[in-house]
């Protein structure tokens, strides 16, 4: 006697219309499933050096049900500010090899350590992707720094931010790192 309230609850969830993402009442925007912050890390990881990078690596998984329109990178509190050139933020698509992807607006600001980096257009579910950032200069003093990763969906001033995890980069004195 089931058997024909299965069939019916069958066939009516294979007529319901995919949803893409989470659109709450007020028009806010979310992602079904978050980004994973895959790591941070730097090739160059002694104290005052110049001319060197930062990766922060993020998966978007195909169940995103969003694209990813903004990645905010804020350095937590620590014993000194580190500050970037947005101008030389790159974003690459892929494992290996990696493609660059276009980018939209990038800014920093000093005040909160807060860089934003815009996709234009935004990074699709199922991507694994590379935002490669450049500081003024690594820190002078050695240590531990931090940095709050935070995902964005597309949707504009209507889309809410979640934090995706935290960035770990380790500066050292000297060359004695490995």
Same mark, same amino acid.
């Given at each position: 006697?089931?058997?024909?309230?299965?069939?019916?609850?069958?066939?009516?969830?294979?007529?319901?219309?995919?949803?893409?993402?989470?659109?709450?009442?007020?028009?806010?925007?979310?992602?079904?499933?978050?980004?994973?912050f895959?790591?941070?890390?730097?090739?160059?990881?002694?104290?005052?050096?110049?001319?060197?990078?930062?990766?922060?690596?993020?998966?978007?998984?195909?169940?995103?049900?969003?694209?990813?329109a903004?990645?905010d990178?804020?350095?937590?509190?620590?014993?000194?500010?580190?500050?970037?050139?947005?101008?030389?933020?790159?974003?690459?698509? @892929?494992?290996?090899?990696?493609?660059?992807?276009?980018? @939209?607006?990038?800014?920093?600001?000093?005040?909160s350590?807060?860089l934003k980096?815009?996709?234009?257009?935004?990074?699709?579910?199922?991507?694994?992707?590379?935002?490669?950032?450049?500081?003024?200069?690594?820190?002078?003093?050695?240590?531990?720094?931090?940095?709050?990763?935070?995902?964005?969906?597309?949707? @504009?001033?209507?889309?809410?931010?979640?934090?995706?995890g935290? @960035?770990?980069l380790?500066?050292?004195?000297?060359s004695?790192?490995?």
């Amino acid at each position: 006697m089931l058997r024909p309230l299965a069939i019916a609850l069958v066939g009516i969830a294979t007529l319901t219309p995919k949803i893409l993402g989470v659109e709450f009442p007020d028009s806010r925007v979310a992602f079904d499933q978050l980004p994973v912050f895959v790591e941070a890390n730097t090739r160059y990881p002694q104290v005052w050096l110049t001319n060197t990078t930062y990766n922060f690596i993020v998966q978007i998984p195909t169940t995103a049900g969003e694209p990813l329109a903004r990645l905010d990178i804020r350095q937590l509190p620590s014993i000194e500010t580190i500050y970037f050139l947005p101008q030389r933020t790159r974003a690459f698509i @892929g494992d290996r090899p990696h493609q660059p992807i276009p980018l @939209g607006e990038v800014t920093f600001d000093g005040n909160s350590a807060l860089l934003k980096v815009t996709f234009d257009p935004p990074v699709p579910p199922g991507s694994y992707l590379r935002v490669e950032v450049a500081p003024v200069r690594n820190p002078q003093w050695d240590g531990t720094y931090l940095f709050a990763v935070t995902a964005f969906p597309r949707g @504009g001033d209507r889309a809410l931010g979640q934090n995706i995890g935290t @960035g770990r980069l380790q500066f050292y004195r000297n060359s004695n790192f490995f």
